[in-house]
């Protein structure tokens, strides 16, 4: 925050940390000149955002919400040694910051200038976010970059004189870390791998070395959620208790908590939005940090409506608070949904009430839907199972489940929300329906999404939803959000189970996918758009074809590669190897790249793009591949969970795609022979 998009960028590429492996305190140190500010308008400015992404980045917990980072500098510019932090017992070079202290922001343009090899010390125990790094490695600092007038030797040196430092404040032994360092697990991994011949290449390399688990930050904000339900079930019964007007005493400490859990919880949904926006997480800690996200939400919605009604019964006086509404609890959106089948995940609106509103005569909930279309003719939209009668369950909530709706016809590739609608008749705590109200509720819209009417739509809408819903009106965001993403769009593209994909994207395929977007740690909104209209039609293909489906989650289809590391994978396999990946060039079309040998070269790669004439209705790739005997083994891949990397396994093709061969056909044996 206070650094615009290029200034973000440059310095999240430019700094280099050096991570302790025995300590849990975290030390930057910067290994090239960053840019003067010269660009902020202001006198003041706050590095908490990007010092924060960057801890997250690394696998460790942020910074405090009361922690702020600022520097000083005189009018005359920028000072000549590194930035002070106002930290009562700083020194001028080193800055020691705990959870404890509010650093305050004060500065002057120009103020950020550290030169090579000034260092900023975070001793505050900062534990790992994803497990023991020191042992994994599953979040290496990025490689070492070279330092504009500094040779690699005096940088190895400021390394180490910094981690020193950092050693003696934390009064404990630091192993730096550097870019040669392997770890003893990664070691020992490495020597299994070698005993198991061919060896697999490492393809790809991107900013991310593995796709981590988020199981610490789950339950983390889990036991917040928790925590979260207990004060909604205590405040009930402080509210329906207490007389009215409420007591000071009695209001003060129910403000207080009121306070304390919407804080807890609103720093727990932006913590689940940072994760998402700078780690590169597995699939299924996604889905369960999402419904964390709605079940949060959900909450803060209903903490919101007791903070209301508290402050009622503190002051009489003022207009009663609304008493009761409605609220999405969960919802599946934004997805394309194929008309006339239900939806495949669930849609759960909530009655929300006060804690001394009592309802009755609860009536049936309906479903409209907002779009732009005119409403008339061919345009109109007509749907299934969209009324409900709400359901009483526990604690008096009534809701709803729409998991069965479904739509008529298509929306024509345009966006379209839904809106839930009913009438309550509404009492005070214990009052009678006689002097009940009539109320007309309607929620908030949902997120969007599309109805389609036919396969050949389908690539589309999903495209339309990813670009409008991820970007907004944002030019770029970060590279980190759009995998992950894409992951859960991938994962419902090839039929699989967000909670247990047989085959998610691997880091190696999203590293391809990092290299068609520009190899950068943001995104553009037109490379996103770009690198869509290449992969649709393969997509789709892969939804939809014959076998194909199947055949990619199977690993049959290694899908994402290029020429040159398709080469490099074969290389360590014999001849008549094989793989199967999505063409460079050709959107849509699938490249065969194999091995053969001629009498001047014992092995020549070859790639051969599979044109629509060589597969029909009545011939399928596998059955292609069947035919041609220069395609002896195929090359496998699979997906490690727990970090996401490729595993590789040499199979005759004849037992990899038996199961996608057609029946073979009898031996035409003529008349006048005998059997």
Known sequence: ??????????????????????????????????????????????????????????????APETTSFAFDASASGAPSGPPSLHTPGAGANLGVLSS????????????????????????????PLFGDMADTGALAPPPPLSTSGASSGSSTSTNTSASASASALNNKPTTVRGAAHVPKRRRAEASLQSTAPPPPPELGGGVQSSIVSASQVIQKTRTVAERGEDVLVSQRATLLASDVPMAADAFAEAKATQENIQAQLTTAVEQLTMIRESVLLRADDQQRLLALRERIGLQLHQLAIYSRELDYMQQYSMEPPPAVDLYIAQQPFPISVYHHKPLESPLRVRLCTSARATPHDVGQVSIDVMHDMPQKGKNTIVMKNNVKKMIDGESD?????????????????????????????????????????????????????IVT???????????????STLFKEHMAVSWCLVANRFQIVYLRATRQSCEKPVRALSIEDLSYIQSKLGQSVTVERSAWVSFWKWLEEGLRKIRFAKHLCDMWVSGCILGFVNRADSERLLANYPVGSFIVRLSDTSAGLFVISYTTSTPTAPMVFKHYLVTPEDTSTKKSLAEFMRTNVRLVYLIQVSVLKDNGKRAYNQVLKDVALKAYYGKEKPLEVPSHYDN
């Not at 009417?453 to 670009?467: C, D, K, M, R, Y």
């Open 397 to 449: 909530e009534f809701e709803a489940d729409f998991r069965d709706l479904q739509f008529d016809k298509g929306t024509r590739l345009n966006l379209v929300t839904i809106k839930f609608k009913q009438m309550v008749k509404i009492s005070e705590l214990n009052g009678s329906p006689s002097l009940s109200l009539t109320t007309h509720l309607e929620s908030p819209p949902s997120h969007p999404f």
């Open 453 to 467: 009417t036919h396969e050949n739509q389908w690539a589309s809408a999903e495209g339309t939803l990813f670009e």
């Open 100 to 127: 404890s202290t509010t650093v305050t922001a004060s500065g002057k343009r120009k103020a950020f200038n550290p030169t090579a090899g000034d260092s900023v010390v975070f001793d505050n125990n900062l534990p």
């Open 1 to 62: 925050s206070g650094i615009n998009a290029e200034y973000k960028q440059w310095y999240q590429r430019r700094v280099q940390a050096v991570v302790s492996t025995q300590s849990t305190g975290i030390q930057i140190t910067f290994k090239d000149q960053l840019p003067v500010m010269d660009k902020l308008e202001s006198s003041t400015f706050d590095l908490t955002g990007s010092v924060r992404l960057f801890l997250n980045e690394l696998g460790f917990d942020q």
